[in-house]
């Protein structure tokens, strides 16, 4: 199994996923969320396809740590059914991985920066 995890959520908003990403980080939940703000989802949801705008949150995380994530997430997401899915990384640059790796699962709270 790889160490570390891509994984992707969608909100309904920017806010929203921001909230969500910034709370992840700080909980060393993830050492990154990468917020895409707007994309255009197309679904079926409860008999009626939707056409909706949506923001894209990418969060890069230790493997081990993806059940925590998808129980924080579900504990601060607005839909009844938020999109959390997990892709397992094949391969990427060693010092960014392990830079992943530094950044989660820590107890101790990062210096707030860029936050209102």
Known sequence: M???SIVLMTAGNEEEAAKIGWIAVE????ACANIVPRIRSIYRWKDEI???PEALVIFKTRTEL???LQARIRELHGYEVPEIIAFPLDRGLPEYLDWVVEQTGK?????RRGRD
């Open 2 to 4: 790889s160490e570390i």
């Open 27 to 30: 909980e060393r939940l993830a």
């Open 50 to 52: 939707h056409d909706d």
């Open 66 to 68: 993806f059940p925590a």
């Open 107 to 111: 107890t101790e709270q990062p210096k």
